[in-house]
């Protein structure tokens, strides 16, 4: 009979709670299902300022601002596991034109003469050369899918580069 009672007890505070909660926002990891993505990478010594931008359709904005915290410690998490590089100063911004921006600053990857990709090709499945990155006097970019994401990468450094698969 108590364990009758308790049950019961049990299953009318889980339906109470149930009945009364505010609409969360659903799980989801940043770039699941964004429209679109911009990626940047500016080369400033030793630091590589990295900048993504996810563009949302409204629905999907509209449940990332329900939970901006939830989204922000999200993409952050995502960006330590996808890269796994040592970086800082992360900010995550929410702008209204339903674009989620992720930036930080990544260090460790220069040598004094070039500077190491990999951390960052590798993940996405890129390579400078075997994907026909498109390069100027200054600048490395790319546009294409990932992970049936339609994505732009520019990097840009304070002198004329030269590359090979992964490094400039």
Request: proline share 4%.
């Amino acid at each position: 009979m108590i364990i009758v009672v308790m049950v019961c007890i049990t299953v009318t505070g889980v339906s109470a709670w149930w009945a009364t909660r505010r609409g969360l926002a659903p799980p989801f990891w940043p770039g699941e299902n964004a429209v679109g993505r911009s990626i940047g990478i500016i080369a400033e010594g030793q630091i590589l300022h990295y900048q993504e931008n996810l563009f949302w359709d409204e629905n999907q904005f509209s449940g990332i601002m329900e939970n901006q915290d939830g989204f922000r410690s999200a993409q952050i998490e995502k960006f330590n596991e996808k890269y796994n590089v040592t970086a800082d100063n992360f900010r995550v911004e929410f702008e209204e034109r339903v674009v989620t921006i992720l930036k930080c600053d990544a260090h460790g990857k220069f040598s004094g003469s070039w500077y190491d990709f990999h951390w960052f090709l590798n993940p996405l499945g890129l390579d400078f050369i075997d994907n026909h990155f498109a390069k100027s006097e200054k600048e490395l970019s790319w546009q294409g899918p990932i992970d049936r994401v339609m994505t732009t990468i520019a990097l840009r450094f304070p002198f004329t580069i030269n590359h090979c698969h992964a490094h400039v």
